[in-house]
């Protein structure tokens, strides 16, 4: 299978930068689809920003403008690049991806999260 690891997470001011990462390891596989989607306290996890192996990415109208998905050239990698941040974006961060294995079976792997917080 394929395992996802994010790192970046912590604790920022509204108005501040944070930057997170995710890395996928495992089996050898394509990814034909990374992204990030976080889940609030009482909340449905909800979708934030992903990118394709084209090179095409969209995002959530709340975070247009202020984060950037990318990632690496590897392709085995994704960051996010979170600006202006306001108190409603904390939340869990998880990354997800898509994609397929050498034996052709698909997978869909969700990291376990990372804690994203925003004080006001």
């Known amino acids: 299978q394929v395992r996802l690891e994010e790192s970046g997470g912590g604790t920022v001011q509204a108005g501040g930068s944070l930057r997170l990462s995710c890395v996928a390891s495992?089996?050898?596989?394509?990814?034909?689809?990374m992204g990030w989607y976080r889940q609030a306290p009482g909340k449905q996890r909800e979708f934030i920003a992903r990118t394709s192996s084209g090179g095409t990415s969209d995002y959530a109208d709340s975070v247009q403008g202020r984060f950037t998905i990318s990632r690496d050239y590897a392709g085995n990698a994704v960051h996010l690049q979170m600006n202006s941040l306001k108190p409603e974006d904390t939340a869990v961060y998880s990354c997800?991806?898509?994609?397929?294995?050498?034996?052709?079976?698909?997978?869909?792997?969700w990291g376990q999260g990372t804690q994203v917080t925003v004080s006001s």
């Open positions: 997800n991806a898509v994609g397929v294995l050498t034996d052709l079976r698909t997978f869909n792997s």
């Open positions: 495992g089996n050898r596989f394509h990814i034909s689809g």
